[in-house]
């Protein structure tokens, strides 16, 4: 149950916001859409591995600890890609 919270939402969140600004920035003449595939082919799965190994960790982190840091990794990439965004339009 935790891999799920910990490591598979995080991942689709990722996955579908990625999916969200390839599509929304198709055909509009900006590169951001191409970026956010890019980067996140390296990020994505580098946030699932980070999270896999930070809930196998021994001593294992209190619930909330986890959580909050699972959530931080996970909001780094989309945050850049919204930079990149409000940067390009």
């Known amino acids: 149950m935790l891999f799920a919270f910990a490591v598979a939402v995080p ?3 990722q996955l579908l916001f990625t999916l ?16 956010a595939m890019l980067v996140g082919l390296l990020a994505i799965p580098l946030t699932a591995l980070a999270n896999w190994v930070r809930t ?24 850049l890609v919204l930079v990149l965004l409000a940067v390009a339009s």
Do not use: D, E, Y
Request: no cysteine.
């Open 20 to 35: 969200m600004v390839v599509f929304a920035t198709n055909g509009t003449g900006s590169f951001v859409g191409l970026a």
């Open 56 to 79: 196998r960790r021994k001593p294992p982190l209190p619930p909330l600890q986890l959580i909050n840091r699972t959530l931080l990794t996970t909001l780094v990439f989309p945050a």
């Open 11 to 13: 991942l689709l969140v």
